[in-house]
């Protein structure tokens, strides 16, 4: 357990089971938290390149069965702008000790590919329950806070329909939306984290 700033503790247990008996004591005291997805839960994420989007996906998870990995999901990578299908194809496995055998692999269904570690993201995650970054809303437990006028409760109940200057963000109270990503509270997370390698000139 430590202590935070803005009367804040963080509670890290030691085991699994332990994780859950936590989660649920908060939940009936109706105490506001927030936590993320166990490891034990998470997909071991890979990319899969050199694979034509032709390919069935089907077949890929099968290959992958059949060598030991147990697919969770797989998808076909699109170029952004164009949406354009590309020889890239994102693999979550479920969490096993052989995980990290995949990358062992360099054919699959005939054809010379290659499994790599995805890309890490430099962007903060943002609530969209609490507005509160590092976390996302599918493990908040927070007070809803609205992406617009800062009140208690979720954006999509906000009686203000209309867009116009009269906004407020809950993270700094200037007059903008809490997800405008020029927010000062956000900036100052994002240098924190991920500080520049060489100064800019």
């Not at 430590?2 to 085991?15: A, F, G, S, Y």
């Not at 506001?32 to 071991?44: D, G, I, L, M």
């Not at 969770?72 to 990290?100: E, S």
């Not at 969209?128 to 109940?157: D, I, S, W």
Request: with cysteine.
């Amino acid at each position: 357990m430590k202590i935070l700033h803005n009367d804040q503790v963080r509670i890290q247990p030691t085991e699994g089971s332990v994780y859950y008996t936590i989660v649920k004591a908060l939940m009936e005291k109706n105490t506001e938290f927030h936590t993320y997805k166990p490891k034990q839960e998470r997909s071991f994420r890979v990319v899969l390149k050199n694979t034509h989007p032709s390919t069935d996906l089907n077949e890929v998870k099968q290959s992958l069965t059949d060598k030991g990995h147990v697919v969770a999901n797989i998808w076909n990578v699109q170029q952004r702008v164009t949406n354009k299908p590309l020889p890239m194809h994102f693999i979550g496995i479920k969490p096993h000790d052989n995980n990290k055998e995949i990358y062992e692999i360099n054919t699959l269904l005939n054809t010379i590919g290659q499994f790599e570690a995805p890309h890490t993201h430099r962007e903060i995650p943002q609530c969209m329950r609490c507005q509160n970054f590092g976390h996302t809303k599918n493990y908040c437990r927070n007070n809803p806070r609205c992406v617009k006028c800062a009140a208690e409760h979720l954006t999509n109940y906000c009686p203000r329909k209309v867009r116009d200057d009269k906004v407020k963000c809950v993270n700094c109270n200037e007059k903008r939306p809490a997800n405008y990503r020029v927010d000062m509270v956000h900036k100052q997370i994002q240098q924190k984290l991920y500080p520049r390698v060489r100064k800019q000139i």
